[in-house]
């Protein structure tokens, strides 16, 4: 009984970090897609003599992304140090 219930612990952990990888991907290509679309449009204002318009569309889109890296490294390195610091509490 305990040997079965490991085996489907480990299947619903398994589940879940397949689940996390695939919904990070996802977000990542609907990222994408709205930042082409963002810059597309900046693009468009900027032909059609729009200029201030556009080029603010398009910085923002650039602010954002930048905004978004920097904020996922920073919670990254977060992440890591809380779970190195718990490992050698574990270990003292």
Do not use: C, D
């Not at 490991?6 to 977000?27: M, T």
């Amino acid at each position: 009984m305990v040997e079965r219930q490991g085996i489907h612990r480990e299947e619903l952990e398994k589940r879940v970090v397949q689940g996390n990888i695939r919904s990070q991907a996802r977000g990542a290509w609907l990222g994408f897609i709205v930042s082409m679309f963002a810059m597309g449009a900046g693009a468009h204002l900027i032909a059609t003599g729009k200029g201030v318009w556009g080029f603010a569309t398009i910085l923002a889109n650039l602010v954002a992304l930048v905004s978004v890296f920097v904020y996922v490294r920073q919670r990254q390195k977060t992440e890591l140090t809380e779970k190195s610091t718990a490992l050698e509490k574990r270990r003292s």
